[in-house]
């Protein structure tokens, strides 16, 4: 008679055995429909553009079509915890930028844990910002600039994408730098903010150049400098803060590809095969040159290159913007 021991060993690894076949299963036909690629702020707007240039030939890498969905709000969080929360199974994969590092320190209460909730594709690129004003805001030049908001603080508005948006962070940055605070304006994306900017609703706006180069180039805003400490080959006579004596005012916005947590490895590689091929295409090289934007060099993107970068950039932040003293409750 087989010993009872024995048979449950056998039952468990027959257990093991089919669930292992059944997720090889699962990954050789995946995807079999498709994939929806979350975007935390409004259509439009920068992260959206970024997401729907590589939408198409990642569709393409991966045989099925990539849907861009827009949950917008809470500066990001809402979308984040949206993805921490869906099925792991590589139908729902997430796009952020830096807000995945800022968040923790921005919110004493979070519903997602960016080092524990997500599986990492890998970082994707590196977009600058620039401090725009509307079209016919009074000031023309930096020096402008600061003494109209110091004579004007009370009357400025400074638009924002909610706690945790870049546009909210640099804000931030450059409220502190100037020694004055600011009425500030949020929406569910800088796309909007843009829209009431050019429409002369709002004064001020610091945005990504993934939606910002048309327009300065179109001359529909006007721009008082770049938040990187090189000039941009796309704007080259826009000249950086710091050269124009706000030393070390550096704002890159880093963006990363994610899924939930426990999406099996063999979906990731596909997906991460789809994000590499995306950045290999000519198209979205060519449009990411010419909105001043770096893809990221191949080590980062990587799941590993991702997860350890977001563990610098939340150490980094944290401590900045405990010292400016800004939460959400
Ligand atoms: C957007 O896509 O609307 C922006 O990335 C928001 C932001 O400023 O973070």
Same mark, same amino acid.
């Given at each position: ?152 603080? #009370? ?40 829209? #009431? ?56 916005? %880093? ?34 040159? #010419?909105?001043?934007? #770096? ?21 980094? %932040? ?12």
């Amino acid at each position: 008679m087989i010993p009872k021991s024995f048979r449950s060993a056998t039952t468990a690894l027959v257990g093991t055995l089919s669930l292992a076949a059944a997720g090889h299963a699962f990954a050789q036909a995946y995807p079999d429909r498709p994939v929806t690629l979350v975007v935390p702020f409004a259509a439009g707007g920068p992260t959206d553009v970024v997401a729907r240039m590589m939408s198409v030939p990642m569709a393409k890498s991966l045989g099925q079509q990539v849907v861009v969905e827009n949950t917008v709000g809470a500066g990001g969080t809402i979308a984040a915890t949206r993805v921490a929360r869906a099925k792991p199974d590589g139908y729902t994969i997430f796009i952020h930028h830096m807000g995945m590092s800022t968040a923790p320190a921005l919110y004493r209460k979070l519903n997602f844990d960016p080092l524990n909730d997500y599986e990492y594709v890998g970082q994707v690129v590196d977009v600058p910002m620039t401090l725009l004003a509307r079209k016919d805001f009074p000031a023309n030049t930096l020096p402008e600039l600061l003494a109209y908001i110091k004579a004007n603080k #009370d009357k400025v508005t400074l638009a924002n994408a909610g706690l945790g948006a870049v546009s909210h962070l640099c804000g931030l940055l450059f409220q502190s730098a100037i020694g004055v605070d600011m009425t500030t304006v949020p929406y569910k994306g800088t796309g909007p903010a843009m829209t #009431d900017l050019l429409g002369g609703q709002v004064d001020l706006l610091c945005d990504q150049t993934t939606q910002t180069v048309p327009l300065i180039k179109e001359g529909r805003v006007k721009v008082f400098g770049v938040t990187v400490s090189k000039r941009l080959a796309a704007l080259p006579n826009v000249p950086t803060l710091d050269e124009q004596g706000m030393k070390g005012f550096e704002v890159k916005v %880093w963006h990363g590809m994610y899924a939930p947590k426990g999406t099996p490895a063999p979906v990731l590689e596909k997906i991460n095969a789809a994000l590499r091929a995306a950045m290999e295409d000519p198209t979205v090289k060519q449009r990411m040159v #010419d909105l001043s934007a #770096d893809i990221v060099p191949p080590e980062k993107m990587t799941a590993a290159g991702l997860k350890t970068f977001l563990e610098s950039e939340i150490a980094k %932040w944290g401590p900045v913007i405990k010292k400016a003293g800004v939460f959400a409750d």
